[in-house]
């Protein structure tokens, strides 16, 4: 088993505008309408920076801001992990559209933010932050293995570190086969020990698959948390805005599932 | 943390595929690199391109993953007989218990490049493109956890050009927390045209195979490859080799150029010291990013004699290989223990004049070599840093 104390988190996506907004509808208290969101850039970042960042850095700018504001921590002396179902498609898009004409001219812009650990990159150095940060990917379990990596990072490193999760919508013709067409990010402060700081304790088991991860979730929820890979998040969100000792399942690969379990104080 | 066997390795680069073309290829400094004639790529610039690529034959049970990318990941599999390795683990701890860790930069983006150029006319890509096990970053994990049929955690780090350095800490961490008993771990970059021309955009490339630390160097080569490793408690297997220490760290301070004094290059090196309980000194040989750009050969050369001083011998392999991008971390690591296990210290490729604004010992001659412990430096864009230590033997 895997146990960190949670300090603080973040929140953006359809009808969630952050974490402190969203308790009530996530604890199933007021209903969720998927109203259309913005997404803000980060007043962090230099303005020549601000205006080169992608939804996905923005996401991961906004929801990190709000973890880290939320446990009052400095994210200067933060490790971080990303992670992302895909990368940044708008870019890739783009890119992929101008490879396929004769001219062939690629932004130099575009594809420095095309890799895929672009929101590491810029959070750096929006923050200042110099610790060690990984960027990862499992495709629609993403958030899955982004939450093993943190735990794992935590139980060797003994370090507190943010976990941010998020996805950004797909354009066409790339919708037709990746059909994300929402955005969605959340953040996760996390520490190696209790304290005054400590929302709730979580521990987490990998074990095999036998629920069904949406089971349980406030009607508007179900649909984000199959829509969007980083809201399979919301199984957790929605028992952290509960506030009440709790097990859930969080979506890992293929026959596989996570057991996250909240421990309020 | 604690040491970690090198149980089994594989390696396919544009020096050719297996361990024995990779040492006789350092040992006579032949360079992999080529002009470009890769695809329809019209640019005046060199690449390592791997030979024999559209020749693997993929497993009939997983055509839809059919791309460049996990072509040449199944030709690494299938060298160095690391594939009967891999079974004999997965026979040893349950397909379950060992876990897959891949670094990889762009995947298969070049199915989707190619797919775009097939659009139909209002603009749909082709019913036979397949996203998810192709393009998508998490496919080259998706894909060998598949082929050598393993159930344990699986992931991608794709962060730029340390992506597969990185991955030895993703899976020392699981291992040490018990979230699995062995790993795989290892990366797997080809070329496309998304980092053709894109380096190219950023005028990164050079004209010329690549000249790392040279006074005259101009730019990179790009090339593709794929290192495989097993990685096992050493109390477990038997190995020469093993991983000491991983260092990670974040530049902080640009996108896609270097911090130019190379603190966070600094940072990632002390950080792999301090994970394996040695000082700089113990270290014979260090494997450069050197990729010849020249910024990353300032910012590093100012973080290597700020951590080790003028001494240590060190060198960039990518005069040979190329640079391999989210392949190049393990394909360096292999390299590196490849230098300790052979006795030797290899010296880079084309490199004639030393840049002496680069006050480091940079091998321009092969030398026989007592090293014992080495480290491989990897650096990429977003300011992604990795140092990784090995040991030869029982330290």
Known sequence: ????????????????????TSRSILAGAKPHTAEPMTI?????????????????????????????????????????????????????????ESLATAAREVSPTRFHNSVHNAPAGYWGVATG????????????????????????????????????AYDAPYPEPMRAVRAISFPFGMALMLAPERSAR?????????????????????????????????????????????????????????GRQLRATVTPP | MEPLALSACSIVTCLGAGREANVAALRERRSG????AFETVELDTYVGEVAGVDQVAMPANLRDYDCRNNRLAQFALDSDGFVEHARAARARY???????????????????????????????????????????????????????????????????????????GNAARAMATGLCDAAIVGGVDTLCLTTLYGFHSLGLTSTRPCRPFDA????????????????????????????????????????????????????????????????????????????????????????????????VPCSSTKGLTGHALGAA????????????????????????????ALNVDYLLASRPGTASVAMSNSFGFGGANCALLFGLGKR
Not at chain 1, 6 to 12: P, R, V
Not at chain 1, 136 to 150: P, R, T, V
């Open chain 1, 40 to 96: 803000p850039t980060s007043d962090w970042l230099p303005p020549a920076e601000r205006r080169r960042t992608g939804v996905s850095v923005r996401l991961a700018l906004a929801t990190g801001r709000e973890a880290c504001e939320h446990a009052q921590r400095d994210p200067r002396s933060l490790a971080t992990v990303f992670t992302s179902s895909g990368g940044d498609g708008d870019n890739q898009h783009v890119i992929c």
């Open chain 2, 33 to 36: 690199l080529a002009r470009c």
């Open chain 2, 329 to 356: 971390g393990a394909i360096e690591a292999l390299l590196a223990a490849f230098a300790l296990e052979e006795g030797f210290l290899p010296a880079g490729a084309h490199t004639e004049a030393l840049d002496p």
């Open chain 1, 1 to 20: 088993m895997m146990k960190a104390f949670i300090e603080g988190i973040g929140l953006l996506g359809p009808g969630l505008p952050g974490w402190s």
């Open chain 1, 198 to 254: 400590t929302i709730t304790q979580l521990a987490v088991d990998l074990e095999p698959s036998s629920r069904t991860t949406a089971a349980g979730l406030p009607e508007g929820l179900k649909q984000l948390h199959d829509a969007i890979p980083a809201a399979r998040s919301l199984p957790l969100l929605c028992a952290l805005a509960r506030e009440q000792r709790a097990e859930v399942p969080v979506d890992y690969l293929d």
């Open chain 2, 94 to 168: 349950g397909a379950e218990r060992i876990g897959v860790f891949l670094g990889t930069s762009t995947a298969g983006i070049l199915e989707t490049e190619l797919a775009y150029r097939r659009r139909d006319a209002e603009g749909r890509l082709p019913s036979d493109f397949h996203y998810r096990e192709t393009h998508n970053t998490f496919s080259l994990a998706d894909y060998v956890a598949h082929a050598l049929e393993l159930t344990g955690p699986a992931v991608v780090v794709s962060a730029a050009c340390a992506s597969s350095a990185k991955v030895f």
């Open chain 2, 216 to 311: 005259a160097r101009d730019g990179i080569s790009i090339s593709e490859g794929a290192a495989f490793v097993l990685l096992e408690r050493t109390s477990e297997a038997m190995s020469r080799v093993s991983l000491l220490g991983v260092g990670e760290s974040s530049d902080a301070h640009h996108m896609s150029t270097p911090h130019p004094e190379g603190l966070g290059a600094r940072l990632a090196m002390q950080g792999a010291l301090t994970s394996a309980g040695l000082t700089a000194d113990r270290v014979g040989y260090v494997n450069l990013h050197g990729t010849a750009s020249r910024t990353n050969d300032s910012s590093e050369a100012a973080a290597i004699a700020h951590i080790f001083g003028h001494q």
């Open chain 1, 129 to 164: 932050a110099m610790a060690s940060s990984t960027s990862l990917c499992a495709f629609d379990w993403s958030f899955g293995a982004g939450l093993i990596e943190a735990l794992t990072w935590i139980a060797c490193e003994r370090q507190p570190m943010l976990l941010m």
